[in-house]
């Protein structure tokens, strides 16, 4: 189990610095970065989006914790490694009722939004940030719809 567990914290590292290189993106698009390299950010942020979810929800990563379980089980609950299998299995799981476009297609509206938003704002000209705003809310409530049903709309926020 040594090995499997191994495993994990490699696949849980290589998941946190696509996360990181995501935020150090992110983070250039809104101080630095040329006004005229926003659509092509936002295909870099949607590419990124969609590789780190496939790692997030991926075979190999599902076989580790399902062979992890029951290992885990047999653990103190309050050990770091019982957190760390049953936290990943929450997210696994989370995360593997999301589909890889949402996924993308969000980070990239969402990217693309930032910059148009800036304008706006500067402009006081809500009209040009609406169409990215109305389908920012129209996926979100799609996200919602992976979680379906729920008794409660912040429900799949929670989950």
Not at 84 to 103: F, I, N, P, S, T
Request: aromatic share 12%; proline share 3%.
């Amino acid at each position: 189990m040594q090995d499997h567990y191994k495993r994990l914290i490699a696949l849980q590292n290589e998941i946190y610095d696509l996360l990181y290189i995501k935020n150090v993106l992110e983070w250039d698009q809104q101080t630095y970065m040329p006004e005229g390299a926003a659509e092509e950010r936002s295909h870099h942020l949607s590419t990124l989006a969609r590789l780190t979810h496939q790692k997030k929800t991926s075979e190999e990563l599902g076989a580790l914790l399902e062979a992890l379980t029951p290992w885990a089980a047999q653990l103190d609950a309050d050990s770091d490694e019982a957190r760390l299998v049953a936290v990943a299995c929450y997210m696994y799981d989370k995360e593997a009722r999301v589909a890889d476009e949402w996924v993308s297609e969000f980070a990239r509206i969402t990217s693309r939004a930032q910059n148009v938003w800036e304008k706006a704002k500067a402009a006081s000209d809500f009209e040009l940030f609406r169409p990215y705003l109305e389908k920012i809310v129209e996926l979100r409530r799609q996200y919602a719809g992976f979680f379906a049903p729920y008794d409660h709309v912040y429900d799949p926020l929670l989950y």
